[in-house]
């Protein structure tokens, strides 16, 4: 049986960028991969949430610009409406949030707080097989879309009992 995580997810879009610039400032964590995350708790009665920008399938880092620099160098580009170290299709394709140690939270009190945490809606909440998402995006490579596969897994009806 797989190990279902609570889930909420946002495409990326310019005011999502800025957004997460203004309410949680830089990045706890960056990585090669593109990955931006921030831990912080905004769960339901203070569970700490893992907020994941993830980047776009095949990304590449843009040149000149250090792993930990893009993302502040994105959203001030975005926030003044100046050129940034890439286009924001190049560099993410979403938000996820879900709970950063494992703690049993519904889907339904996690939207609510990440709404709260963040003032913007998710786009999808859920739960989803991060196991199963985690092994097809290593096996591509990166070369996949791990926010379709999220919104694919989040928006598909219930198999019957």
């Known amino acids: 049986m797989a190990d279902l995580v609570p889930t909420c997810v946002w495409r990326v879009t310019a005011p999502l960028v800025t957004l997460l610039d203004d309410a949680f400032g830089p990045p706890l964590d ?14 339901p009665g203070g569970v700490v949430l893992e907020w994941r920008l993830h980047p776009v399938a095949g990304y590449g880092r843009p040149k000149g610009v250090a792993t930990e620099e893009v993302f502040e160098l994105a959203a001030a580009a975005l926030a003044t409406g100046q050129p940034g ?77």
């Open 85 to 161: 170290p890439a286009p924001l299709e190049q560099l993410w394709e979403g938000l996820e949030a879900f709970p950063a140690y494992g703690d049993e939270v519904e889907p339904a009190g996690l939207a609510i707080a990440c709404t709260n945490a963040l003032g913007l809606a998710p786009e999808a909440a859920g739960l989803v097989d991060h196991d199963r998402l985690g092994d097809e995006w290593e096996r591509a490579r990166g070369a996949i879309s791990i926010v379709d596969a999220l919104l694919a897994e989040l928006t598909r009806p219930p198999a019957p009992p």
């Open 30 to 43: 960056t990585y090669v991969n593109g990955s931006q995350v921030w831990l912080r708790e905004d769960g």
